[in-house]
């Protein structure tokens, strides 16, 4: 078999073609990864954008929070202000019923008082709403008699008749509002009263017809659910009670007499 023999110029062809070859793959790979780079780049681009925008959503997130957080600290101190303005108007109301009760009260005294002319009716009528409103089951009613300087006891309960049928105007306590024509309260006196018929005394108003004092109410032991005392309602009735009161009796006398000289 013959073998070709080559040259000096053959071996350095060939390694010309073989570094041809190599910068050739070099420049192609280059340009892969140029390519490759350059898609990296642009992915990075990418996700920077993506992060940028993400970023603002966040931003716009915190900012949205912010917000209804402050919203719902406006809407919790609104409705911290309309509960107290519930609290104050279940206040008011429950305040103005209880004013309605106490004028429909008041207005049921006045009506009793002044329903009849009768004497006892009269007397009935003192002694119910003194029971029933005011919470007492132990007074005493006095008419004055002018000419003898002295109460006489027209009507009483729970007390003993006794030792309140007459007291001289200026007698302890209840004789001392007959003769000044001002009330008298335990809890706003002083006075304590050192006779036996002054025991237990709460209140002793006057009864008045046009300022002139025609008699006396004595309230003594109040009820078990009066243990606070007497309210502003109950001054208010006992107010009432001194002139209405006395009215009430004063015209059933005169038509006790009108009736007396009428009959046959």
Do not use: W
């Not at 209804?68 to 279940?90: D, W």
């Not at 009483?156 to 302890?172: H, P």
Request: glycine share 6%.
């Amino acid at each position: 078999m013959k073998h070709e023999v080559k040259g000096p110029g053959a071996y350095v062809e060939t390694v010309r073609q073989n570094t041809q070859r190599y910068f050739e793959d070099l420049l192609a790979e280059n340009e892969k990864l140029r390519r490759l780079s350059a898609g990296l780049e642009d992915e990075i681009a990418a996700l920077k954008r993506t992060a940028a925008r993400s970023e603002d959503a966040v931003q716009v997130l915190h900012e949205e929070l912010r917000n209804e957080q402050q919203e719902h600290a406006a809407l919790r101190r609104r409705l911290e202000e309309i509960e107290g303005e519930n609290r104050t108007f279940s206040e008011r109301y429950v305040h103005v019923e209880q004013q309605n009760t106490d004028l429909a009260n008041l207005y049921v005294a006045t009506y009793r008082l002044h329903a009849t002319l009768d004497r006892h009716e009269v007397l009935d009528a003192i002694q119910e709403i003194i029971i029933n409103l005011l919470g007492c089951e132990e007074l005493a009613v006095f008419e004055l008699d002018p000419e003898a300087a002295e109460l006489r006891l027209a009507a009483s309960f729970g007390v003993d008749t006794d030792t309140y049928r007459q007291l001289a105007v200026g007698e302890g306590l209840i004789g001392d509002v007959a003769k000044s024509g001002e009330a008298y309260y335990a809890e706003t006196s002083d006075d304590a009263g050192s006779m036996p018929l002054d025991e237990h005394l709460t209140a002793c108003i006057p009864l008045k017809v046009e300022d002139r004092v025609t008699g006396a109410i004595s309230i003594f032991r109040l009820l078990p659910q009066k243990e606070d005392g007497l309210g502003a309602l109950d001054h208010e009735l006992l107010d009432l009670l001194s002139a209405q009161a006395g009215a009430a009796l004063y015209c059933s006398a005169l038509h006790t007499r009108s009736e007396s000289k009428t009959a046959p």
